[in-house]
């Protein structure tokens, strides 16, 4: 393998072109529909517009903080140079890139809406899966934010220090699970074709 | 709601930091990324819509008692997955998710499958995936990532059993 992920991103850096509607979501809007009629059935007209009121609510609430994050994407994929993020994450990273992935994880501030979209960055700029596995699981499990607001409170400070504990070696055995797959299911830089 | 006041002043602080970064790397530069960031903005509300709203609907119909008793007593590897299965489909934030995990905890769950619960609820939450996840990251990524994470709650269960409680 030599060096799948820089490799379709060298020159042109084709931005994440996303298709509009993917299979997730197809799936996702299949789900919601059954879902949408299981509740009108149970609760009739009036238990679908008490939810739909709520979430519309909630999703105002959300929206600025999408744009932040979307932001935060976008300044952090222009300003980090990108040889040294495909070397320092890149899949030759080694267990540095991991360790690296781990710490960037565990350190960034807010929630899933500054998560995903620095690690879609991460991506985009030449780090490979496993880098980014180890990020996103960092994240969700021995990152502060949650640790400090949610758990913390609720389920008391013992279990919450022992949790992050026994949580510590896993996200970089996540990465390191993911590129171990991942040169096996995609042995080929080719294997993007199916995204543009 | 001062811890949201707070995660707030963070995420814009981190966004004007690093914007300024960019704005001294040149006007083009921050113009540039500036339209990105929009691009992006305007192009994955409708999938935040969509989980936002969906979700909802999906939390209504798995009420939180279906996941309580999924985490009853019984201990053992059985007990790991039928906690994995559970994690996964909590409906709602992190309130809920840990308050069944202290539900869990004091009705007499075991510790190991409490564990294995929170992890397995980090990892998956259906609710989490479908709101930001899926919508932010390339498909191919989430799914990838969810299947080299399914052992992790297991590894987390059997360092706990090894290394005792709390």
């Given amino acids: 393998m030599k060096d799948p992920a820089p490799a379709d991103d060298g020159e042109t850096r084709p931005k994440h072109a996303r298709k509009p509607v993917g299979w997730s979501m197809i799936f996702i809007g299949a789900l919601v529909v059954v879902c949408v009629t299981l509740v009108w059935r149970r609760d009739g007209i009036d238990g679908v517009l008490n939810i739909l009121t709520h979430d519309l609510w909630l999703f105002g609430e959300i929206l600025p903080r999408v744009l932040a994050g979307c932001l935060l994407g976008a300044f952090i994929a222009e300003i980090l140079p990108h040889e040294k993020v495909s070397r320092a994450l890149g899949p030759k990273s080694g267990l540095k890139g991991l360790l690296i992935g781990t710490a960037f994880g565990a350190i960034l501030p807010g929630g899933p809406f500054t998560a995903y979209p620095v690690a879609s960055a991460l991506l985009a700029v030449g780090a490979d899966f496993g880098a980014t596995i180890a990020m996103v699981v960092s994240w969700t499990l021995i990152g502060y934010g949650r640790a400090v607001a949610w758990e913390i409170p609720i389920m008391g400070t013992d279990f919450t220090l022992w949790r992050i504990l026994i949580s510590l070696p896993l996200p970089v055995l996540a990465g390191a699970l993911g590129r171990f797959v991942y040169v096996r299911i995609y042995p080929q830089p080719a294997a993007k074709d199916d995204e543009t | ?166």
Avoid: H
């Fill in chain 2, 1 to 166: 709601m001062s811890a949201a006041l707070l995660i707030d002043i963070l995420l814009w602080g981190s966004v004007f930091g690093v914007g300024l970064i960019a704005f001294r790397r040149g006007p083009p530069v921050f113009k540039a990324s500036l339209r990105e960031g929009s691009m992006d903005f305007i192009n994955i509300v409708p999938r935040i819509a969509l989980g936002v709203i969906g979700s909802g609907y999906i939390a209504a119909i798995i009420p939180q008692e279906v996941i309580t008793g999924w985490l009853g007593p019984d201990s053992g590897w059985l007990g790991v997955a039928t906690a994995v299965v559970a994690g996964a489909a909590t409906p709602g934030g992190p309130v809920i998710g840990f308050s069944i995990g202290t539900v869990a905890l004091k009705s007499g769950g075991g510790v190991p499958q409490v564990v294995a619960y929170v992890v397995a609820w980090a990892l998956f939450a259906f609710q989490r995936m479908i709101l930001w996840e899926i919508p932010f990251m390339p498909a191919r990524f989430v799914w990838f990532r969810c299947a080299v994470s399914v052992p992790f709650p297991f590894v987390a269960a059997a360092i706990a059993m090894v290394i005792g409680k709390p």
